[in-house]
């Protein structure tokens, strides 16, 4: 006779418990040690319940799209789910632009949300938004509490969701009458997710078709997205890469996947990556695309991208075979899994390994011609490219880097190779302006003992600038290298490109008639430094040459807070640059 278990279930030990503190024990259960989170009317039962646990730590940020992109960095570093939680109405509105931006970068995050009582949705309460039918269109999933008793199903359900096959952000808006309901809850409850389809593996046939093709191509290319990252497989496709000599282009959301200084790889390609990583897949004649999905920064003109190649697409998310890009050979598969099963296939042997010495020649000739970054000119002034080459040769790349979006955004990665997994942390599907400062917050609670900068454009940063407030508040000594130009610069390049230079409000002086700059640093407002001070951060301003590396030193060890204002160029390109609708052949190498 079998002996009964010892264990007692939580359920029969529980007691009568508020919503409110029947979701913080969820979220302890599934094992959350941070929460950002913005309170209100609607959600301050959930924060006064937080007031009890001593395993999670609540961070104040100070506007709810901090509060998302904090979640986001603390996800993006990790690869944990980032949890985030506001208030109903404008506080949950003012998050859909980070719950959009997690879904096109597919980063787990749970974002709860507080609701007005049951009795008042659809009547037009005060700060009553419909989140729940707000939100589908860019969630994995959304839930509306309406049963409190569901509770404890419902947070596993959605942990469940945010991470497992492709990841991305789950909404949960709770009613303020279930936060306040008291019940007895059912912490054993199991998940039911019946539409949920298993996890996807390739066949054996379909990794064999993939060998096969291999063994017969002459000018392969691996193209490597943010799927590999999120799969944590960058130690697979290394090995996978070397067994066959395969160079390796990355997508951005793939950068720190492989190590792009070794000879056969492209680093990163599409509208403004390599030269040779552009060149190398447009003439490849077999490409490999592992864990991505064909983004049109990547492909540029459909019709014309890898045209001579046969295509291999191997994703888990089934939805992106042949969405953006026809491809000959589509496998639905974890990506991890479809690696080991190559390597393990291959090691079989009867896999016949294709010569490659004069693709890999004609590599190197390429990258020889249009040395990374090919792009940098020699100014009198400080450039953005300068200062972020300073930032990578005095950390020696050692740091982990958040950026905003814009023209620094794509001249960081091409100034600092990111040569690890989640070094590189940005807003890219989306492309959120304000991403920066928050995410770098996110980061450093997630890793403390990581120094991480924010490589930020003042346009961007001052999207999300009283989150220097929480720095302080919470003891998050993050660095921000603010490039300050005075433009809107990505578009004032498309203005100087597509038209005609013509300038429509992408000016960002106070006076816009009196440019300030690196010849007139007394005219560069707003003064940043000024704006450090108030905050309680430390500060200094660069503008010459000869102090950019002994100012980013100084930045670097400091123990708090700190804001290094960079005065540059303004009239910088980033390059190369292939516009939109164009193809790699016509990929713009210099002003």
């Known amino acids: 006779m079998k002996s009964k278990s010892n264990k007692t279930s939580e359920?029969?030990?529980?007691?009568?418990?508020?919503?409110?503190?029947?979701?913080?024990?969820?979220?302890?259960?599934?094992?959350?040690?941070?929460?950002?989170a913005y309170p209100g009317g609607q959600s301050i039962d959930l924060h006064n319940a937080f007031t009890r646990t001593k395993k999670i730590r609540v961070i104040l940020p100070r506007h709810e799209q901090g509060c998302g992109f904090m979640a986001q960095g603390y996800a993006r570093a990790t690869g944990k789910v980032g949890v985030c939680m506001v208030t109903s109405g404008p506080g949950a509105m003012n998050l859909l632009t980070t719950i959009a931006d997690a879904y096109m970068d597919s980063i787990p995050m749970v974002a709860i949300t507080g609701q007005v009582f049951q009795r008042l949705i659809g009547k037009s309460a005060f700060q009553e938004t419909?989140?729940?039918?707000?939100?589908?269109?860019?969630v994995k999933h959304s839930y509306l509490v309406l049963k409190a008793e569901d509770l404890p199903q419902i947070i596993k359900?959605?942990?469940?969701?945010?991470?497992?096959?492709?990841?991305?952000?789950?909404?949960?808006?709770?009613?303020?009458?279930?936060?306040?309901?008291?019940?007895?809850?059912?912490?054993?409850?199991?998940?039911?997710?019946?539409?949920?389809?298993?996890?996807?593996?390739?066949?054996?046939?379909?990794?064999?078709?993939?060998?096969?093709?291999?063994?017969?191509?002459?000018?392969?290319?691996?193209?490597?997205?943010?799927?590999?990252?999120?799969?944590?497989?960058?130690?697979?496709?290394?090995?996978?890469?070397?067994?066959?000599?395969?160079p390796v282009a990355t997508s951005l959301m793939g950068i720190g996947a492989v190590d792009p200084r070794k000879p056969k790889n492209l680093y990163w390609f599409g509208m403004h990556g390599t030269y040779a990583g552009n060149k190398a897949v447009y003439e490849s004649d077999l490409l490999l695309a592992l864990g991505t999905r064909f983004?049109?920064?990547?492909?540029?003109?459909?019709?014309?991208?890898?045209?001579?190649?046969?295509?291999?697409?191997?994703?888990?998310?089934?939805?992106?075979?042949?969405?953006?890009?026809?491809?000959?050979?589509?496998?639905?598969?974890?990506?991890?899994?479809?690696?080991?099963?190559?390597?393990?296939?291959?090691?079989?042997?009867?896999?016949?390994?294709?010569?490659?010495?004069?693709?890999?020649?004609?590599?190197?000739?390429?990258?020889?011609?249009?040395?990374?970054?090919?792009?940098?000119?020699?100014?009198k002034n400080i450039t953005a490219q300068d200062a972020i080459a300073a930032l990578y040769e005095v950390s020696k790349g050692g740091v982990t880097v958040?950026?905003?979006?814009?023209?620094?955004?794509?001249?960081?990665?091409?100034?600092?190779?990111?040569?690890?997994?989640?070094?590189?942390?940005?807003?890219?599907?989306?492309?959120?302006?304000?991403?920066?400062?928050p995410a770098a917050l996110g980061v450093k609670v997630a890793k403390p003992?990581?120094?991480?900068?924010?490589?930020?454009?003042?346009?961007?940063?001052?999207?999300?600038?009283?989150?220097?407030?929480?720095?302080?508040?919470?003891?998050?000594?993050?660095?921000?290298?603010?490039?300050?130009?005075?433009?809107?610069?990505m578009v004032m390049q498309w203005e100087d490109i597509l038209y005609g230079g013509t300038r429509a409000n992408t000016?960002?002086?106070?006076?816009?008639?009196?440019?300030?700059?690196?010849?007139?640093?007394?005219?560069?407002?707003?003064?940043?430094?000024?704006?450090?001070?108030?905050?309680?951060?430390?500060?200094?301003?660069?503008?010459?040459?000869?102090?950019?590396?002994?100012?980013?030193?100084?930045?670097?060890?400091?123990?708090?807070?700190?804001?290094?204002?960079?005065?540059?160029e303004h009239d910088e390109h980033v390059l190369p640059f292939i516009p939109p609708g164009k193809s790699a052949e016509e990929i713009i190498i210099t002003k």
């Open 11 to 36: 359920c029969a030990s529980a007691k009568p418990m508020k919503g409110s503190d029947v979701l913080v024990r969820c979220l302890e259960n599934e094992g959350v040690d941070t929460i950002f």
């Open 130 to 138: 419909d989140v729940f039918g707000m939100t589908l269109p860019i």
């Open 157 to 246: 359900e959605a942990f469940l969701i945010a991470k497992s096959g492709r990841p991305g952000p789950v909404v949960i808006d709770i009613p303020k009458d279930v936060q306040q309901k008291v019940f007895v809850p059912n912490f054993d409850a199991k998940p039911d997710l019946p539409g949920v389809p298993p996890i996807p593996h390739a066949s054996d046939e379909q990794l064999a078709a993939i060998l096969d093709m291999l063994s017969k191509a002459e000018r392969p290319v691996i193209y490597a997205g943010g799927g590999i990252i999120a799969a944590g497989a960058s130690d697979l496709l290394k090995k996978f890469s070397d067994m066959f000599d395969i």
């Open 295 to 379: 983004s049109d920064r990547v492909t540029g003109l459909v019709s014309k991208f890898a045209p001579r190649a046969k295509i291999v697409q191997i994703d888990i998310d089934v939805a992106e075979q042949n969405k953006n890009v026809p491809v000959d050979l589509g496998v639905n598969s974890e990506v991890s899994y479809a690696l080991k099963r190559l390597i393990a296939l291959a090691k079989k042997g009867g896999v016949k390994k294709p010569d490659l010495s004069k693709w890999l020649e004609h590599i190197a000739e390429i990258k020889k011609k249009f040395p990374y970054p090919f792009a940098r000119f020699v100014r």
């Open 402 to 437: 958040t950026t905003g979006v814009g023209q620094h955004q794509m001249w960081t990665p091409q100034n600092f190779i990111f040569d690890k997994p989640r070094q590189f942390i940005s807003s890219l599907g989306s492309g959120t302006m304000g991403f920066g400062l």
């Open 449 to 489: 003992d990581e120094t991480v900068v924010d490589i930020d454009g003042d346009g961007s940063f001052q999207m999300n600038i009283q989150e220097m407030a929480t720095a302080v508040a919470e003891k998050i000594p993050v660095k921000v290298m603010l490039i300050n130009n005075q433009f809107l610069g």
């Open 507 to 568: 000016i960002l002086s106070l006076d816009p008639n009196n440019m300030g700059g690196p010849e007139n640093v007394e005219a560069v407002y707003p003064d940043y430094c000024k704006i450090a001070s108030g905050y309680s951060w430390e500060s200094a301003r660069v503008y010459r040459k000869d102090d950019l590396k002994k100012a980013v030193k100084a930045m670097l060890d400091s123990k708090k807070p700190y804001l290094l204002e960079v005065i540059v």
